[in-house]
């Protein structure tokens, strides 16, 4: 009997059939592992597409669809185009570790009846979403158009308006995109987290001191309501308001105190519910006007005095670490007043021209409290020197321009420094603080006091605090809104109606609150940098040709390498199999 031969040809056949099942038993192993084993690569040098720890533990609490329409959809300039590609891509990544966030891309501008589009910016402007207008280019010329940077996330009941676009002075378009690309994660987790929480945090607005409440800041208390579970606390009549007694342990009763802009002086017993409320871990915002000044006095007449506003709190924080000097400071970069300059026929004649005293802030600091914030208006605001005090680590938030000045007080206020050309001398700096952020374990400023009458029977004396913050600043205007002339209703705060632009105090009190309450977690991933790779425009102008011809060329000669070599290759190998047979 003939013994079968086996062509080579089939042996071939039969070696791929087995790789190319081994193939299939391996993807559909790896797949099944996949589904109980998630994982991700990030391949990026700045881990763009890697998720924070928190904001993985933020997502999981989501136990219902949480739907998000971001209205970043048409005809955009390369920027926007690039800001639109990032946040698809920033919800694909949350997608990835949250099957409930759901997400749609809706063009606010789709309707070609103008009535009906004018309506819907409308909608979309009354739920908190702020439009920006663009010139773009098309071929009948420049044309106007409106966008709207933002989203809204609806989550249960509840929804909320996210700007994608940081609102930056004096950056190029480039960078303000960047920075914008930079807080995609922050603006979408913190948003969530404000949606999925069912118990806010609690915190305390201090009154009793002559601190403003009404028109100046409604906007603010407005806004703090809808991130906190907001109290307004009096010190001076009720015993005990801020500490409590939980489980055996001596608790703070609010994540946070805010102090903002007293005007009467505090009292030996206010001053100790507020530093035992420190030691046993409380956070304080202070927002502090050393000086007494005001415009209300110079719209009367053309001068005013600055003096000395002694509210008692000066030796409270220089034990913690800081000292309010009794000054003015005065700087360059200021924001401007409209001032009568001149009548022309029975009309008023008004400029905008530089008050001094109103400080135009730019933050500088990599700290997540104000990194990427727009510049911050400060009004009569003074400077702050930091001391050195065991255990208490100092980050300087804000500070002016070099270009800055400073006035002793008492002294003379007067509109006159508008007609007058700045002093070179007067206004050569150095940068003044304005904010600084406080941490670490407090000595008490009690601690060697005698303060047996003063004393909580409830609570037992604390020299020294647990871990804990508080943010001191030089101004208590920071949080005021104008009102708006002449209907003297509130304007949301930051926004100054003679410039018509938008300052950053809002998220600097927001920010320095998720700070003080939240802790470093969240408010990190305002820390997150990705580097901006823009191309040389002068390389790409003088070498434009050489790099398209590589483009277009170098590929092509790569296939056509390859497949000479791979045919070389194939002819000696199956050449030496048929000669050897």
């Known amino acids: 009997m003939k013994k079968k031969v086996q062509l080579p040809g089939k042996k071939i056949e039969r070696r791929y059939r087995r790789r190319f099942l081994w193939v299939i038993i391996l993807i559909i192993a790896a797949n099944w592992l996949g589904s109980f084993y998630f994982t991700r690569i990030d391949l990026t040098t700045d881990k763009r597409f890697t998720l924070a720890d928190v904001s993985k533990q933020i997502l999981k609490k989501l136990d219902d669809p949480l739907t998000i329409t971001v209205y970043l959809k048409g005809k955009f300039p390369p920027g926007f185009q690039r800001l639109a590609v990032e946040t698809r891509e920033m919800l694909e990544e949350l997608q990835a570790y949250q099957r409930q966030v759901r997400f749609r891309f809706v063009n606010p501008s789709k309707s070609s009846d103008p009535k009906k589009r004018v309506a819907f910016y409308r909608q979309l402007m009354d739920k908190g979403l702020i439009p920006t207008n663009l010139q773009v280019k098309t071929k009948n010329g420049m044309e106007q158009q409106t966008i709207f940077p933002g989203a809204l996330l609806q989550y249960h009941d509840r929804e909320i308006a996210v700007s994608l676009l940081s609102n930056e002075r004096n950056i190029p378009p480039d960078q303000v995109l960047n920075h914008s690309i930079e807080n995609l994660e922050f603006v979408f987790v ?38 906190y579970d907001l109290k307004f606390v009096r010190i001076d009549t009720i015993p005990n308001a801020l500490l409590q007694k939980r489980k055996g342990s001596i608790l703070p009763r609010y994540r946070a105190l805010i102090i903002a ?58 034990t913690y670490g800081v000292r309010l000097n009794k000054d003015l400071l005065l700087d360059l970069n200021a924001v401007p007043i409209p001032v009568r300059t001149g009548e022309i026929g029975g009309q008023a004649q008004v400029q905008l021209l530089p008050w001094y005293y109103y400080l135009l802030v730019t933050p500088r600091s990599k700290n997540p409290v104000v990194r990427n914030l727009n510049s911050i208006e400060m009004d009569f605001a003074s400077s702050i020197d930091t001391l050195s005090v065991k255990g208490i680590k100092k980050t300087v938030l804000l500070k002016t321009s070099p270009y800055c000045g400073v006035e002793k007080v008492p002294g003379i206020i007067s509109l006159a420094i508008l007609r007058a050309k700045p002093s070179p001398q007067f206004f050569r700096g150095p940068a003044r603080f304005v904010a600084v952020l406080l941490s670490g374990k407090f000595p008490s400023d009690f601690q060697n006091r005698l303060v047996s009458g003063l004393k909580s029977k409830l609570f037992p004396f604390k020299k020294q605090s647990v871990p804990t913050q508080m943010i001191v600043v030089s101004d208590g ?105």
């Open 477 to 581: 205007d920071v949080l005021l809104s104008q009102l708006k002339i002449p209907d003297g209703y509130s304007l949301p705060l930051g926004y100054n109606q003679f410039t018509r632009q938008t300052y950053g105090n809002k998220d600097f009190i927001l920010n320095a609150l998720n700070e003080l309450t939240d802790g470093p977690g969240l408010i990190a991933l305002r820390t997150r940098e990705f580097k901006l790779r823009l191309l040389d425009k002068t390389k790409v102008n003088n070498q434009a040709l050489q790099w398209q011809l590589i483009n277009v060329a170098g590929p092509l000669l790569m296939i056509l390498l390859f497949a000479f070599a791979f045919t070389v290759w194939r002819k000696r190998k199956y050449g030496r199999k048929k000669a050897g047979q």
């Open 261 to 318: 802009k007293p005007q009467k002086p505090f009292s030996e017993k206010e001053k100790l519910m507020i530093d035992q409320y420190i030691m046993y871990g409380g956070k304080v915002l202070w927002l502090i006007d050393p000086v007494l000044a005001s415009m209300d006095s110079i719209k009367m007449a053309e001068t005013t005095v600055s003096i000395d506003l002694n509210l008692g709190l000066q030796e409270m924080l220089f």
């Open 190 to 227: 913190n948003a969530i987290h404000q949606l999925e929480q069912i118990k806010k945090p609690a915190v305390a607005y201090l009154i009793g001191q002559g601190e403003p409440r009404g028109k100046r800041v409604t906007d603010i208390m407005n806004t703090l309501h809808e991130n």
